[in-house]
């Protein structure tokens, strides 16, 4: 059994995003409470032409560990080269393969959840991973969806094959690559998945809060779950699960001080890490994700509306300071702000 599932442990782990979970985000969800990290997907063919930034997306601060590099491709040996490169380079904890994403780009390269349309495909790329890193003892997961659409829910079968290749855990978002991010996520079948297979399932999709997931470990049969998009908005979820799963009872909301100082720092981080882009570069790219952090905040529609030209960390902290300063004067007089 992976450690990280060992003696009843339930562990969280942070899902890769592409754009999102990089080596900063990563740190911080780390320090919040979530246990295990993927990083973002990266291609591999990639890897193989020793392209530069396929190569940087692979790169993780050693506090994060356990950490895994998440591939996608649809050639089962030459995945295999770059998962033991990938090896050479770095030592992750894991190997993870992506048969899940829904996005065109990848599907159109037969690759992410293309793969649960073609068993065989797939069952030989999982193998062609599985025995290229053997010799280096790095075990090898996958993540998937319940399946292509609405009428080929396919996840137990491709559970079962993957087990078979030697894939030592399997995570299921549970929704169809035909619904991509809409409506739910389909439980029962990440629940019929767990109780069958004879390797950790991972339960992922609708996981908002501490709440959601203490219910679904209590209700399923999962060895632990993945939390997505949640973390974007309010990274907050992995310690707040902690919490409820060791003591039963929810932690208060998150103050708005805390909440601007997570902010903050996130994107002293991020510029401390983009140092060969100019701030306002850099800060372009942390748009949406200050966005995402306004979710649930007083005005966040304003607070979108200035985040949308943000240039300089001068302007968000103005921002920042703008907006406690209102939350304080509507605070009734001798109550906390």
């Given amino acids: 059994m992976l450690p990280w599932f060992a003696d009843g442990r339930f562990p969280l782990f942070l899902a890769p995003m592409a754009g999102v979970t990089d080596v900063v985000f990563r740190g911080l969800c780390k320090e919040l ?25 692979t790169e993780f601060d050693d506090r994060q560990r356990p950490v895994g590099v998440q591939l996608f491709g649809a050639d089962g ?44 495909l797939l069952a030989s790329v999982a193998e ?7 010799p280096t003892g790095i075990p090898v997961t996958a993540k998937i969806r319940t399946g292509w659409d609405a009428t080929r829910i396919n996840a137990p079968e491709v559970v079962r094959l993957l087990e078979d290749c030697g894939i030592q855990a399997v995570a299921i978002h549970g929704r169809t690559r035909a619904q991509g991010y809409t409506g739910q996520a389909d439980w029962q079948v ?57 003591t039963g009872t929810p932690l208060p909301p998150v103050p708005e001080e805390e909440r601007w100082a997570f902010m903050l720092r996130h994107v002293r981080l991020a510029l401390a890490s983009k140092r060969h882009q100019s701030e306002r570069h850099a800060l372009q790219h942390m748009r949406g994700r200050l966005m995402a952090y306004t979710h649930g905040f007083p005005g966040a529609r304003r607070l979108r509306l200035r985040f949308s030209t943000l240039s300089s960390l001068a302007e968000l902290e103005d921002i920042a300071a703008d907006a406690l300063a209102h939350t304080e004067a509507d605070s009734p007089v001798g109550a906390p702000a």
Wanted: net charge positive; with cysteine.
């Fill in 33 to 57: 409470g979530a246990d295990v990290m993927v990083t973002e997907f990266v291609s591999a063919e990639g890897i193989l032409q020793a392209d530069a930034r396929t190569r940087k997306y």
């Fill in 190 to 246: 990440i629940a019929e998945c767990a109780d069958r297979a004879r390797i950790p399932v991972i339960g992922n999709g609708d996981l908002s809060s501490g709440t959601d997931i203490a219910h679904r470990r209590h209700t399923t049969g999962v060895a632990g779950v993945m939390i997505g998009r949640a973390a974007m908005a309010h990274p907050w979820v992995f310690q707040e699960a902690k919490h409820l799963l060791a």
């Fill in 77 to 120: 040996p030459r995945m295999g080269e770059a998962a033991r490169r990938i090896i050479e380079w770095k030592q992750p904890d894991f190997i993870d393969i992506n048969f899940g994403c829904p996005v065109n780009k990848v599907v159109s390269k037969n690759g992410g959840s293309s793969l649960l349309r073609d068993c065989p």
């Fill in 128 to 134: 062609g991973v599985v025995r290229a890193v053997a």
